[in-house]
């Protein structure tokens, strides 16, 4: 089993949705956790980070964090078609290496 | 620059031969990552760099590859006597350090071997 379990989708959804990311970890080391979004032949680019459990809103973003349940969440609202790509959760613990551990990625379609 | 920086974008070349991929992270950026990209692996973290030193070797696939970094600048992914389960896309990240920072990726290095 892998330490990090993200569902591929892929997920479609019309523009303007409400739409649920999720990620579900093994390890209890991880303290900091990160959503990337990454297009077509380009690098993960990061969205959110947070460290430890709670909320975090960024602009149409919101990263939760359920340490207790060992599962993280990203809600994107008002969802748009230039928000079609994949998503890549990633976590690292808090030693000397922030090695970052990936989810597999779920590819994100939002139609017109 | 602006953000990382990597080069080649894309390189295709025959299997046993050697190459180089190069890094320049965000200035100022004392910590560098390389991972791979590949379809049946996802993204897996290779190795690090604090300053120029590399402490875990470990995450390297095989005693081909080898990294360095320079200047606490350029970092340079080498792979010798390429394979064919080589091909992937090789990123690299940067971070401000070590310490509870995000990391920031470069668009990687499309590598094919034929």
């Known amino acids: 089993q892998k330490e990090v379990e993200q569902d591929p989708g892929p997920l479609s959804v019309p523009e303007g949705a409400i739409v649920s990311l999720n990620c579900t970890y093994s390890n209890s080391a991880f303290q900091y956790f990160m959503w990337y979004r990454q297009y077509s032949r380009k690098g993960p680019e990061l969205l959110m980070y947070?460290?430890?459990?709670g909320n975090k809103e960024d602009g149409r973003f919101t990263a939760q964090v359920d340490k207790s349940s060992k599962y993280i969440s990203l809600f994107i609202r008002d969802s748009q078609p230039s928000d079609s790509a994949t998503y890549l959760c990633a976590m690292s613990n808090a030693g000397s290496a922030r090695q970052l551990t990936f989810g597999s990625g779920t590819q994100l379609t939002v139609l017109p | 620059g602006a953000g990382v920086s990597q080069s080649p974008s894309n390189k295709v070349t025959e299997k046993g031969k050697d190459v180089e991929l190069r890094c320049d992270p965000i200035s100022g950026h004392t910590a560098l990552y390389w991972y791979r990209q590949s379809l049946g692996q996802g993204l897996e973290f290779l190795i690090y760099f604090q300053g120029n030193s590399a402490p875990d070797k470990s995450g390297l696939p095989s005693d081909r590859f080898s990294a360095e970094r320079t200047g606490e600048s350029v970092s340079t992914l080498t792979i010798q006597r390429t394979q064919q389960e080589d091909s992937a896309v090789y990123l690299c990240?940067?971070?401000?350090?070590?310490?509870?920072?995000?990391?920031?990726f470069g668009d990687g290095t499309r590598l094919s071997i034929l």
């Open positions: 947070t460290y430890s459990s």
């Open positions: 990240a940067s971070s401000f350090n070590l310490a509870d920072q995000p990391q920031h």
